[in-house]
């Protein structure tokens, strides 16, 4: 499904380009981070790039969580 919308909105050598990178990044972080980024970015309509994907990622491992005192 997430290839099918990078080439909806991307030339095939960027789709295939973008998804390796999401790929690449599956591999080095969780996949089913992987998943969840999908999903988001998908709902959102934004642009599916690997660098929104590994935005995504950066926001999720340095949230905090907050602590009731």
Known sequence: MAFDMLRQRHSEQQAVKEYLSN???AV???ESHLDGALRVRLASEEALT???VSCFFYMRSTK???RRM
């Open 50 to 52: 690997s660098a929104r």
């Open 23 to 25: 790929l690449h990044l």
């Open 28 to 30: 080095q972080e969780s």
């Open 64 to 66: 905090s969580p907050v």
